[in-house]
């Protein structure tokens, strides 16, 4: 069966510091990979999504990056972090059109 | 790309009563998803919606899909405070993006 695996849960990080938030799925090849950031109680911003391997879509400009060095793989980056980078952030996979996206469980991230 | 409104943006309702939640969409939608979180966790999968005038329900939840497509309703009958949490509409682009609406909080008071 296919997982999805986020890590860390929790991080609290510094301004200026950088960040490195990876994603990784397993039982399936070629999934579609996303990156949401969520605002308290709040709907999901899609930040980044990838089709394939190397391909990043980047839906809102602001101070992280995404890549996606292996099919499985996702990561979210940034060089320096901001107090406005504090948030919940979420990974996803999709298959198909019109199938279900899974997500993982999350991680917080506060910026202090 | 796709904008989804959600209303209403919260919901509080006494334990029993039944409640709607909509998403409208800017564009016409080739499918629709509602999820279920609770906080601080993942998504939890409801429902898809594909065609026009589609209804699916799951246990005491009902989600309907316009003719027009480009309106869901979610329906939630005699609720309970396990209802509680942050129920969102999804759509998927022509891009294979995955847009979210605003969300709506729906707290279930016992």
């Known amino acids: 069966s296919q997982t999805i695996h986020q890590w860390p849960a929790t991080l609290v990080q510094p301004v200026g510091s950088p960040l490195s938030l990876e994603c990784t799925v397993e039982g399936t090849s070629n999934p579609n990979l996303y990156w949401y950031r969520q605002a308290a109680g709040r709907g999901l911003q899609l930040l980044f999504y990838?089709?394939?391997?190397?391909?990043i879509s980047s839906e809102v400009p602001q101070n992280l990056s995404a890549s996606r060095p292996q099919d499985r793989q996702f990561i979210l980056s940034s060089k320096k972090l901001l107090l406005s980078d504090s948030g919940f952030y979420l990974c996803?996979?999709?298959?198909?059109?019109?199938?279900?996206?899974?997500f993982g469980q999350g991680t917080r991230l506060t910026v202090v | 790309s796709q904008e989804l409104e959600q209303s209403p943006q919260s919901l509080i309702v006494q334990e029993g009563k039944n409640l709607t939640i909509n998403c409208t969409s800017s564009?016409?939608?080739?499918?629709l998803y509602w999820y279920k979180q609770k906080y601080g966790e993942g998504l939890i999968f409801l429902m898809m919606?594909?065609?026009?005038?589609e209804e699916k329900s799951h246990e005491k939840i009902t989600a309907k899909l316009d003719e027009k497509k480009q309106q869901s309703s979610l329906h939630i009958t005699a609720s309970q405070p396990s209802h509680a949490g942050i129920y969102l509409c999804g759509a998927e682009g022509s891009a294979r993006q995955l847009t979210f609406g605003s969300g709506t909080q729906l707290t279930v008071l016992p």
């Open positions: 990838s089709v394939g391997i190397g391909q």
């Open positions: 919606l594909q065609k026009g005038g």
């Open positions: 564009k016409t939608l080739y499918g």
């Open positions: 996803a996979w999709k298959g198909q059109l019109n199938t279900e996206a899974f």
